[in-house]
């Protein structure tokens, strides 16, 4: 059958084992120093061990693949004790994968297992910055005031203005572009220097999209920013790019990182480009 399904760039992989351990089905495994996919019925495609990977040498790709099977998953993962059939159920879950948690309910009920001993746990320790999860989104109450322009803009109990962010995490490394939060959605990519600029930067820029931000100057692992590009495109299949950059020469490093994800990319979506001043003032603004 045609489905989708991770692949591994050897090139890439370093061989550092994190997406083995973010794998709870069992389809990864560390093999002559590389990390290998030893079974594609083990791989439900939904890609949660992309954001482990340090390198970007994982990303799913629509091929024939053996089916998955649940069924084989959970006798995979029973083995490993309470903690990894937690993480598992967590993970079908999250990505809202509700015939495969179904299934796997119904096989701990069918081997006689309580369902309410594998419940989601609070992890004890472990990085937050790092943890994918949604947010709650206009979560201060009332409206009061207009914001300049004649917007109305909301403001909480203690006069802040609502935050339009409805994901974590952002920074363009660490999110996961399998997530749920990204699939067929706007997206914005960010310059991080643009929402210090822009003092309306949530109600005018974020508003209504998926964020990710980057430092083309900055950061490394630039071809790591293309390839997770590259998988919202073609993978989580967004609907559009906005690329939001300011108004210095080095920034437009974050646009070329675009359209280089768009030239290796199956599919094609509309990319918008948006250049900020240092003042804060929209520029320019064209699809490109």
């Known amino acids: 059958m045609t489905r989708d399904i991770i692949t591994i760039d050897e090139k890439k992989c370093n ?7 973010g794998c709870p089905e069992g389809a990864l495994q560390l093999i002559e120093g590389k990390a290998r996919l030893v079974g594609d019925l083990y791989c439900d495609g939904l890609g949660a061990c992309i954001g482990e990977c340090p390198e970007g040498a994982i ?13 084989k998953v959970m006798d995979n993962v029973m083995k490993q004790g309470k903690a990894v059939v937690r993480a598992h159920l967590a993970h079908l879950e999250h990505h809202h994968a509700d015939a495969y948690h179904t299934q796997a309910l119904a096989y701990l009920k069918k081997h006689g297992h309580d369902t309410a001993e594998f419940a989601a746990q609070p992890e004890p320790c472990g990085c937050p910055g790092s943890q994918s999860r949604q947010l709650s989104g206009h979560r201060h109450g009332s409206h009061h005031g207009t914001g300049s322009g004649g917007c109305e803009e909301t403001e909480g ?9 409805s994901h974590w995490p952002v920074q363009l490394h660490l999110i996961n ?5 990204y699939r067929k959605k706007d997206v914005l990519l ?4 643009t929402a210090f ?3 309306n930067f949530h109600q005018s820029a974020l508003n209504g999209k998926s964020l990710a931000i980057a430092c083309p100057k900055l950061d490394s692992g630039k071809d790591i920013y293309v390839d997770k590009l590259r998988a919202l495109i073609d993978s989580a299949q967004i609907n559009t790019l906005t690329v939001m950059i300011m108004e210095v020469p080095c920034c437009r490093g974050l646009l070329a990182l675009a359209q280089e994800a768009m030239a290796k990319a199956t599919r094609k979506v509309p990319v918008k480009l948006v250049q900020v001043s240092v003042e804060g003032e929209i520029q320019k603004e064209e699809w490109i």
């Open 177 to 181: 572009p399998g997530a749920e939060q």
């Open 197 to 199: 600029a822009m003092g």
């Open 190 to 193: 960010a310059a991080d220097c």
């Open 15 to 21: 061989g550092c084992g994190l997406c083995v351990q």
């Open 59 to 71: 990303t799913v790709e629509r091929r024939e693949a053996e089916p998955y099977d649940e069924d």
């Open 157 to 165: 109990a203690q006069g802040s203005v609502e935050s339009r962010l």
